[in-house]
């Protein structure tokens, strides 16, 4: 190959890139120069998780005396620059070490390559491609697993095994394609393409007036991005129109979704007219809807709210629907003027069984219409106060506290300090009817865990 390479692995504290830090640094760098290696322990300045010992061998006395990231970060640097950053599972190692770099205001970046996608271009026939499956296919001996020079000693070895077989020209074109650099139009930073990360989340095309022209979610928010500005797409709208692109990462599908209701909002705000049916007992038996609003009731915490609308013709086009399924009087829900002694539009289609004009009983039609609107019954908030849904990442580097009250969003936190802003938060905070349906969703089927959090003073519910 000849573009240098520096093979990378790290050890961490864990394995979540807002909380854990770098323990040891491994890198095999491959040059004209020939083949150089290079390790070291790092404090991280936080006590290592419980399982890393066991699985590293390192432990808070192993790094006690090492130096922090900040004394090595020049000389990593060098050693880095010019070359094909090459890790496995490199959006871990790499993301780790932007992370460390960021913290000393220093913009790291590399080209990446990812040993597990190229193993995958490779060898499309397996369908493993871990490393110690690697290490086992092919053949390679492996000492001191899980320390960082030993495991980038490994990814050297891949390397040379698949300059055999494959081969050299197949593993460079497996190289080239991975490693691509996007074509953005020259009035985007050229950066976004590295910024990007290969992971969930969702994103807002900016106009050059700061409109939002597009937006959007995916499982991989830099394909999916990138995707606009690709070919042909480029040169049409909404991509050539693109001044900027405003993006937020996420640990899975759940949090995409709550980004992009909050992107959206800035297009489509909340329904100005949304509403939902109370019943009102006008007289004893005698039950019957009224439309309000979520500044005359508290919507996700009153029990006796029906349906959810975005205006009142919609919420009256269901109740009429309704009416007709159920054999309900229009008069009696509103729908249609009352008439002293005669009888509503629907009783001569035997869509009403004559409740308006004394053949059928009030309770008798009540029951029938509290039945009818028992399916659309909102549900209240199931617990006592705020709470956090927490989210993490098939790899466990990203977990996201998502904060909710009574099916208000609050943010998202990750780390300590903002989980207790936000749970001691208690500013007003509207009824967002999308963001309501995307928790009633996650929290009925119990998908994420849920973190019960200090109750805030009330804040009025609109």
Same mark, same amino acid.
């Given at each position: 190959?000849?573009?240098?390479?520096?093979?990378?692995?790290?050890?961490?504290?864990?394995?979540?890139?807002?909380?854990?830090?770098?323990?040891?640094?491994?890198?095999?760098?491959?040059?004209?120069?020939?083949?150089?290696?290079?390790?070291?322990?790092?404090?991280?300045?936080?006590?290592?998780?419980?399982?890393?010992?066991?699985?590293? /061998? =390192?432990?808070?006395?192993?790094?006690?005396? +090492?130096?922090?990231?900040? &004394?090595?970060?020049? %000389? $990593?640097? @060098? *050693?880095?620059?010019?070359?094909?950053?090459?890790?496995?599972?490199?959006?871990?190692?790499?993301?780790?070490?932007?992370?460390?770099?960021?913290?000393?205001?220093?913009?790291?970046?590399?080209?990446?390559?990812?040993?597990?996608?190229?193993?995958?271009?490779?060898?499309?026939?397996?369908?493993?491609?871990?490393?110690?499956?690697?290490?086992?296919?092919? /053949? =390679?001996?492996?000492?001191?697993?899980?320390? +960082?020079?030993?495991?980038? &000693?490994?990814?050297? %070895? $891949?390397? @040379? *095994?698949?300059?055999?077989?494959?081969?050299?020209?197949?593993?460079?074109?497996?190289?080239?394609?991975?490693?691509?650099?996007?074509?953005?139009?020259?009035?985007?930073?050229?950066?976004?393409?590295?910024?990007?990360?290969?992971?969930?989340?969702?994103?807002?095309?900016?106009?050059?007036?700061?409109?939002?022209?597009?937006?959007?979610?995916?499982?991989?928010?830099?394909?999916?991005?990138?995707?606009?500005? +690709?070919?042909?797409?480029?040169?049409?709208?909404?991509?050539?129109?693109? *001044?900027?692109?405003?993006?937020?990462?996420?640990?899975?599908?759940?949090?995409?979704?709550?980004?992009?209701?909050?992107?959206?909002?800035?297009?489509?705000?909340?329904?100005?007219?949304?509403?939902?049916?109370?019943?009102?007992?006008?007289?004893?038996?005698?039950?019957?809807?009224?439309?309000?609003?979520?500044?005359?009731?508290?919507?996700?915490?009153?029990?006796?709210?029906?349906?959810?609308?975005?205006?009142?013709?919609?919420?009256?086009?269901?109740?009429?629907?309704?009416?007709?399924?159920?054999?309900?009087?229009?008069?009696?829900?509103?729908?249609?003027?009352?008439?002293?002694?005669?009888?509503?539009?629907?009783?001569?289609?035997?869509?009403?069984?004559?409740?308006?004009?004394?053949?059928?009983?009030?309770?008798?039609?009540?029951?029938?219409?509290?039945?009818?609107?028992?399916?659309?019954?909102?549900?209240?908030?199931?617990?006592?106060?705020?709470?956090?849904?927490?989210?993490?990442?098939?790899?466990?580097?990203?977990?996201?506290?998502?904060?909710?009250?009574?099916?208000?969003?609050?943010?998202?936190?990750?780390?300590?300090?903002?989980?207790?802003?936000?749970?001691?938060?208690?500013?007003?905070?509207?009824?967002?009817?999308?963001?309501?349906?995307?928790?009633?969703?996650?929290?009925?089927?119990?998908?994420?865990?849920?973190?019960?959090?200090?109750?805030?003073?009330?804040?009025?519910?609109?």
């Amino acid at each position: 190959m000849p573009q240098p390479l520096v093979f990378v692995d790290l050890e961490t504290t864990g394995a979540n890139f807002a909380r854990d830090r770098i323990l040891e640094i491994g890198l095999v760098e491959v040059d004209e120069n020939g083949i150089r290696e290079w390790s070291a322990l790092v404090n991280p300045g936080v006590p290592v998780t419980p399982f890393i010992p066991g699985l590293t /061998g =390192i432990d808070d006395a192993m790094v006690a005396d +090492a130096p922090p990231f900040e &004394r090595l970060a020049g %000389e $990593l640097r @060098q *050693r880095l620059a010019g070359k094909l950053f090459v890790a496995h599972n490199a959006r871990f190692d790499y993301g780790f070490l932007k992370g460390e770099f960021a913290r000393l205001g220093v913009d790291f970046r590399s080209t990446v390559l990812c040993t597990v996608k190229l193993s995958r271009k490779l060898f499309p026939q397996h369908n493993r491609h871990n490393l110690d499956t690697l290490i086992e296919r092919h /053949g =390679i001996a492996a000492d001191a697993r899980h320390r +960082a020079l030993a495991d980038a &000693r490994v990814l050297w %070895e $891949l390397w @040379q *095994r698949w300059l055999d077989a494959p081969g050299a020209e197949p593993l460079a074109a497996a190289v080239a394609a991975l490693t691509r650099t996007a074509t953005l139009p020259p009035e985007l930073d050229p950066a976004l393409a590295d910024e990007l990360p290969d992971i969930h989340g969702a994103y807002a095309l900016i106009g050059a007036g700061g409109e939002t022209l597009l937006t959007g979610r995916a499982s991989n928010l830099r394909q999916k991005v990138l995707a606009h500005f +690709a070919g042909n797409r480029a040169g049409l709208p909404p991509a050539s129109l693109v *001044r900027h692109v405003e993006w937020f990462d996420a640990a899975g599908e759940f949090g995409a979704r709550l980004h992009e209701i909050r992107l959206q909002r800035r297009r489509k705000p909340i329904p100005a007219e949304l509403c939902a049916w109370r019943l009102h007992e006008v007289a004893p038996g005698d039950f019957r809807p009224s439309l309000v609003t979520p500044g005359e009731a508290g919507f996700g915490v009153d029990a006796d709210l029906f349906g959810l609308y975005g205006t009142q013709r919609e919420a009256r086009q269901a109740l009429r629907k309704l009416a007709e399924a159920h054999f309900l009087c229009p008069v009696r829900l509103g729908l249609e003027g009352e008439r002293p002694g005669k009888p509503c539009s629907a009783v001569k289609g035997h869509h009403c069984r004559g409740v308006c004009i004394g053949k059928e009983d009030v309770s008798r039609h009540s029951a029938r219409l509290m039945a009818a609107l028992g399916k659309l019954r909102q549900k209240t908030w199931p617990f006592a106060g705020p709470v956090a849904l927490v989210e993490r990442d098939p790899f466990g580097m990203i977990e996201d506290f998502h904060v909710v009250d009574r099916w208000r969003y609050r943010g998202l936190a990750r780390s300590d300090e903002r989980l207790r802003e936000l749970a001691e938060s208690c500013g007003e905070l509207p009824f967002d009817p999308d963001i309501y349906r995307i928790l009633l969703k996650y929290i009925q089927g119990s998908a994420l865990r849920v973190v019960t959090l200090p109750a805030s003073p009330p804040a009025p519910a609109r």
